[in-house]
């Protein structure tokens, strides 16, 4: 079965220092890999996505992801942090092993960026 | 676009009734919606896959009677909580993709706003 682990609950970096979310993955074939944002109360945004191609995936609001299949990591990185950009993130693996290709999502990561 | 509306964004119950969540994909036809469920300061359990026309599809340890999901039409799903007890008490968030087939391997959900459901 595909899965996902983040292995950090939080994260704290300072305003205008890189940030990096960790996530890896387990997947049988193919990864199709995202990374969500949520903020308090609300459904969540959709930042960024791999699924084939360039191993660093640019996304929104400044993200990006490095895809690194020897490692069966998917990081999440920004290179200069924003106090806005303090949320929950998610990585996620699409299941391809039924007929609704499902998002699994890992447990998330709280990021808190100190001013 | 492909924006998904959710409908309410809170609601309070008391023990006993019924609660219904619609969601919506406004600028898009979803044949498929899925329903997730998130505790607090938790991640994202997916409760069940709404499927347009016929029955949902339920993930182990869903009750399908307590649960009702009701997906009649090409941008509208519901999820009706049935005799609401506090253990329901949840953020329920629904999601669906204009991207159907093969193709929807690589695109990504969208996410209504979420319901907040608070029983009494």
């Known amino acids: 079965a595909q899965s996902v682990a983040q292995p950090e609950d939080q994260v704290n970096v300072a305003e205008g220092n890189p940030l990096t979310v960790k996530c890896t993955y387990s997947v049988s074939g193919n990864p199709y890999l995202f990374w969500y944002v949520q903020y308090p109360n609300r459904g969540l945004q959709f930042l960024l996505k791999?699924?084939?191609?360039?191993?660093l995936v640019k996304g929104s609001y400044g993200f990006e992801a490095e895809f690194n299949k020897s490692q069966t990591s998917f990081h999440l990185k920004k290179p200069s942090a924003l106090v806005s950009d303090s949320a929950l993130y998610f990585c996620?693996?699409?299941?391809?092993?039924?007929?609704?290709?499902?998002?699994?999502f890992g447990t998330g990561t709280l990021l808190a960026v100190q001013p | 676009g492909a924006v998904v509306s959710q409908h309410p964004s809170w609601v309070i119950c008391k023990s006993g009734t019924s609660v219904k969540i619609e969601c919506r994909s406004l600028d898009f036809q979803a044949t498929t919606m899925f329903w997730y469920r998130q505790f607090p300061k938790q991640s994202l359990m997916l409760m069940a896959t709404?499927?347009?026309?016929?029955?949902?599809?339920?993930e182990q340890g869903v009750e399908k009677d307590k649960f009702l999901i009701n997906h009649a039409s090409l941008t509208l799903s519901t999820l009706t909580v049935t005799s609401a007890h506090p253990e329901d008490s949840s953020f329920y968030i629904c999601s669906a993709s204009p991207v159907t087939g093969p193709s929807s391997y690589n695109s990504p959900l969208h996410f209504g706003n979420g319901t907040r459901l608070t029983v009494t």
């Open positions: 791999y699924i084939t191609g360039d191993n």
């Open positions: 709404s499927n347009e026309g016929s029955k949902a599809t339920y």
């Open positions: 996620a693996v699409r299941d391809l092993g039924g007929a609704t290709n499902k998002l699994i």
